[in-house]
């Protein structure tokens, strides 16, 4: 939809809302010369985005947003607990008033070993803002499950913020 939603224009030919169905993906490799990157997912049924194998985003000088949003499953599960694909993300963005890198996962799931955010890498995963802004992570999930998960991925930020909040309800 391009409807203004979720801090979109509306009308303006770019899509707003968030896709339903599981976004699954394997070896990820965006790059935006400099524009935004946004990614949004909301399931029913499976993770909201499940992303396996190598994840290499790249937007330069624009912004990574990632939302991902499930009632049975997880949010967000980049590469899974028992992948060995590496994780990378960076933003250079100078955006006073927002992160470079703004990743939320959230599920209303009750079910045992789930999650609201889960970033999982073989050795070297990072996430990297590299320009004045920061990185925000938050994971929220139902009571009883993990919020934010993570595994073989550091956080660098070069001037910016590093925020990572477990926001359990």
Known sequence: ????????????????????????????????????????????????????GSTTIRSGNGRVVI????????????????????????SSSNDASNPAIDIEGRTTSTTAATWGLGLFSAAGGAIQATGTAGIRLLGQTASGNFDYYSIGVDLLATSGAITVTADGS
């Open 1 to 52: 939809l391009d409807d203004g939603a979720n801090g979109g224009t509306a009308s303006d030919g770019l899509p707003d809302g968030y896709t339903t169905g599981t976004i699954s993906a394997s070896n990820l490799s965006p790059y935006s010369g400099g524009g935004d990157i946004t990614v949004r997912g909301s399931a029913s049924s499976g993770a909201g985005l499940a992303w396996s």
């Open 67 to 90: 939302r991902g949003e499930s009632s049975d499953s997880h949010g967000i599960d980049l590469n899974g607990v028992n992948s060995s694909g590496v994780i990378s993300i960076v």
